[in-house]
């Protein structure tokens, strides 16, 4: 147990710039967007049905703004089968 904590101290003990931080989201968020990007080109029905539920609301970009949640969603998608039965 203490040495857990002492790990745990040693590790929020380190000092990161915000820069650090803002380049490690931005590396972490290319394997997720290129995945998106593809789990929405395989999954066209997906991209319709919010394309349709957009449609009335943002009748221009109804299609992108499908394609964008579809792609920024894909880990719940992923996993919306099995938990919503």
Do not use: K, N
């Not at 650090?20 to 989201?25: D, K, Q, R, S, V």
């Amino acid at each position: 147990m203490r040495y857990e904590l002492s790990v745990l101290r040693r590790v929020l003990g380190y000092h990161i710039s915000v820069e650090a931080l803002i380049e490690l989201a931005l590396w972490l968020a290319i394997p997720h967007i290129t995945i998106g990007v593809i789990w929405a080109f395989l999954h066209p029905s997906q991209v319709q049905h919010y394309q349709t539920q957009l449609e009335p609301l943002v009748p221009a970009g109804a299609d992108l703004i499908a394609f964008g949640l579809t792609a920024g969603l894909w880990p719940f998608l992923l996993i919306a089968p099995l938990i919503c039965g």
